[in-house]
């Protein structure tokens, strides 16, 4: 039977002074213009954490409000703060950067992480009072170091800095003299991953009402690698976040397939249930460092915000056919292929109509397509455009081609069937999975039937191929049948075994035909 | 607009459009040279 979606969660973590001293654009900026303007200007351009609360688009990612809120939003949205609005929502909830520092600090088991004593004295009991932290996490934070050694850290020992309202209150020290792999700028990003990775976990937990001990498989699908110079991409963050999110019983592995990676990652956790090797299976992904303030240069000079000021993480709970949680039909998968080709038309075609077409469905049977979520407040200032649009738009051009639709049908099915974008250009993170959460809600309070989650993503980023990548899945109403109530193979065979012994019996005069 | 044919070209491609391949086969099918062609992502 088709596994079953039983949760989701969505983090976001508040990340200022990581903007400015840990996005690959301000770093490569400091690096090739270090007196630029842009990095002059960048402090004035900084949120607060309760303006990024307000933010409309977070407070949808958290789901405290619905993708539809923001149809009704003019844009630009950066200035419309939504008011009493709560850190705190349907999915997760938004981190400030200070709690977040400890929390990175308990995700570091070896000893490279240090915060300043008196920055860990203020902000640990609000860490502690966060009702995802509880005591065994709290615990793993240590008491702190004077700023001295923090500083020599910093300064002479090519730590990474971790700073907070400006200031220096902790470092990351490198984990090898040589190895590249292992320099205080890579641990510190990876453990940004880790540690968002463990916040979605615990959040998961929460969120599903189960016993961590019942999660047997995570599977991390961010865009990160660790390792060191002997296996640069070693793994395995999903078994490292487990540790740390209390997931005892499980084990893990990574997948990577940049921005396809949760869609890969899903497909994989529902074969894995469906196939019965392990029961019940998370996918987690933790967010990008590199990519805050990516957009920055554009944002500065229109006079905006920097709006790519927040981490995202996500987690999904899969498990085994309950009969009542949406269905993950593994009958409708869309790949593309090595020969697929990349132009948009075969793309899309490989990715929507042709799986569904395999089952005898039209593209105007799924009522929601989920592809590229990116908030367009983001994007289009720094000329990237509408990509949830742009999609939609692709995909109702695709349904007209296959007269599924009149052309002047084309703006009402990307009404109807598309979304507003509201995630955060975090790679992987906006990449369809941020519908999830919503899917879920919609298809069990029957306000949809099926939904397709697409997973896109940039292979030729790595230099290995020029391929393109994707793939894509259904989230389906339940058929009401559980796991437990469904007839395997086994049982269809010991029954038309039985059947016809009987017979033969009842032939041979035995008379027992309907024992 | 003026043809492409015998021009040396530098293509640009973005993942969440056209991508650098298939602007290639267009400028290689009107008689263009491709001097250097990459596919971008922008988000």
Redesign the interface.
Known sequence: MNSVILSSSYVLVHTPDMVIHNGSTQNTERVVNPDSEYLKALPQHIRSFEQAVAYAPNQVYIGNKTPNFLNSLAMPWYDKPIENADKFGRFGQIMPQDEFYLLIQACDVFDVVNLEKNFVAEILPKFKNNPLIKEDIALRVKEGKDIDFIENIVNNEHGEGLYHNNKLVGSVTRGHDVDVNLSAHVLHENLVSKASSVLSLLQLIKNANIDANDVEYVIDCSEEACGDVNQRGGGNFAKAAAEIAGLNNATGSDVRSFCAGPAHAIIMAASLVKAGTYKCVAVTAGGSTAKLGMNGKDHVKKGLPVLEDVLGGFAVLIGVNDGVHPEINLDIVGRHTVGTGSSPEAVITSLLSAPLERVGLKMTDVDKYSAEMQNPDVTKPAGAGDVPLSNFKMIAALSVKKGQIERKELPIFVEKHGMPGWAPTQGHIPSGVPYIGFAVNDILENKINRAMIIGKGSLFLGRMTNLFDGVSFIIQKNSGKKESEAISEDMVKEFIAKAMRNFAESLMGGGNYDK | MSSIKDKKIIVIGD????????ID?CILAAGGQIEYS??E???
Request: charged fraction near 15%; include cysteine; aromatic fraction near 8%.
């Open positions: 993942r969440d459009g056209i991508p650098g391949p298939a086969a990459s596919t992502c922008f988000v």
